[in-house]
Nanobody
Framework: QLQLVESGGGLVQAGDSLRLSCVVS????????IGWFRQAPGREREFVAV????????YYENSLEGRFTISRDNTKNTAWLQMDDLKPEDTAVYYC???????????????WGQGTQVTVSS
């Protein structure tokens, strides 16, 4: 089993930045690809970004690339999502997840955190 715990969410104003953290325990963190997803009220969960097991490969949802940056440190069992120039439409619960495959589909992810709320006011 793998346990993921997100933190770093909060209430910010448009234009602000937030850095979300995902601390992973259990099996070997460095063997898993880590993805970030988000879900806004009344909407389906959507892909944000993924980073491969080594940290050398990343992929973003097209509209978010340039404002969001995913990273990881395998020595700290932690992944991050840096979010800059936040907009009200970024308001959602953000989840990190772990998968054996490098994927952007939520169905490929086996382990999920409980989520952290990000609210961006205008």
């Amino acid at each position: 089993q793998l346990q993921l715990v997100e933190s770093g969410g909060g209430l910010v104003q448009a234009g602000d930045s937030l850095r979300l953290s995902c601390v992973v325990s259990g099996r070997t963190f460095s063997t898993y690809n880590i993805g970030w997803f988000r879900q806004a009220p009344g909407r389906e969960r959507e892909f944000v970004a993924v980073i491969d097991w080594s940290g050398s490969g990343t992929y973003y949802e097209n509209s978010l690339e340039g404002r969001f940056t995913i990273s990881r440190d395998n020595t700290k069992n932690t992944a991050w999502l840096q979010m800059d120039d936040l907009k009200p439409e970024d308001t959602a619960v953000y989840y990190c997840a772990a998968a054996s495959t490098y994927a952007y589909s939520a169905r490929r992810y086996d382990y999920w955190g409980q989520g952290t709320q990000v609210t961006v006011s205008s």
